[in-house]
């Protein structure tokens, strides 16, 4: 079982560039697999408290991110998909990736804030069309990796001659956020590397049907389940311990969970991050049920 931090709220006491550096630092030291951003341009977190309004642009700070750590992997969770042209995206994970040495991961999403989009000049078309240019990034991404520069011709976007030099020496991993059974899953099935599902306070009874529905879609595929990293979005509560949440983290190990991406609806402290870090260290061990047999 890994165990990532996601960092949504950046209004730290001493300011957004200081408090993630010192988040950043401790993640890297610790166990943790990812350190994650939110894609956003404005505080849209509806956990976060009304003063904390901090916000900073996702793949500028994972840059900077990337030459501040050593070890820990990057990634935004998640980047919705309509917000930047495909080929801006990939092109912006390909740098990250060079920039880290191999680090970076592509989170993508349809996107579900529209009021951000209205508020600051942003595309969000309807959810079919967001969909539609989901897919398209996900194949012009897999496309550019493999150093295919032939034209491209998908639903929302096309492309001449899409390339990028140089490129990575081997493909970021992608994972796709978001837990559409009929759309959403079968993309994963068919393009990513790992899926991301929300927790629910319903015992894993929506993971786990979640997990089945991406199953069939991986059947449909041809491709072995087991090949997707599964990840759950969590939060650490405030007065959790490093016990409970490895309590936590096993539960979701027995759903079939491989990777919990693990918020706060505060800034991340010091104090947090360690409590996070001893459970991470404690369940690095622990396997995940096979939820592709079920």
């Known amino acids: ?25 401790l993640a890297d030291a610790a166990a943790f697999d990812t350190l994650w951003v939110a894609d956003h341009l404005l505080q849209v977190d509806p956990t976060a408290p009304p003063g904390d309004q901090d916000h900073l642009e996702a793949y500028t700070t994972l840059g900077h991110l990337a030459a501040r750590t050593e070890r820990i992997r990057l990634g935004a969770m998640v980047s919705p998909a309509t917000f930047r042209p495909p080929a801006v995206l990939v092109a912006a994970v390909t740098t990250l990736a060079l920039l880290s040495e191999g680090r970076a991961w592509l989170g993508l999403g349809a996107g579900h804030h529209g009021a951000e989009a209205t508020d600051m000049g942003l595309p969000f078309p309807g959810a079919r069309e967001r969909l539609d240019a989901t897919e398209d990034t996900l194949r012009l991404a897999h496309r550019v990796w493999s150093g295919d520069d032939g034209p491209f011709r998908g639903t929302t976007v096309r492309c001449d001659r899409p390339r990028l030099s140089p490129l990575p020496a081997t493909r970021p991993p992608i994972l796709v956020g978001g837990a559409g059974e009929k759309r959403t899953l079968r993309m994963v099935a068919r393009y990513a590397d790992a899926c991301n599902v929300f ?49 936590r983290a096993r539960t979701a190990a027995g759903w079939g969970i491989d990777h919990l991406v693990l918020g706060v609806s505060r800034p991340w402290t010091a104090e947090a991050v360690e409590v996070a870090a001893a459970a991470a260290k404690e369940v690095a061990d622990v396997p995940s049920a096979p939820w592709h047999t079920a």
Request: proline content about 8%; overall charge negative; some cysteine.
């Open 1 to 25: 079982m890994k165990i990532s931090l996601s960092v949504t709220n950046p209004s730290f006491p001493d300011g957004a560039l200081p408090g993630l550096a010192r988040v950043a630092a």
């Open 199 to 247: 927790d629910m306070p319903d015992e894993g009874a929506t993971v786990r049907r979640k997990l089945a529905v991406l199953a069939g879609h991986c059947r449909d595929a041809g491709r072995a389940p087991s090949d997707i990293e599964t990840t759950l979005s969590t939060r650490l509560g405030p007065t959790e311990t490093a016990a409970d949440l490895a309590a």
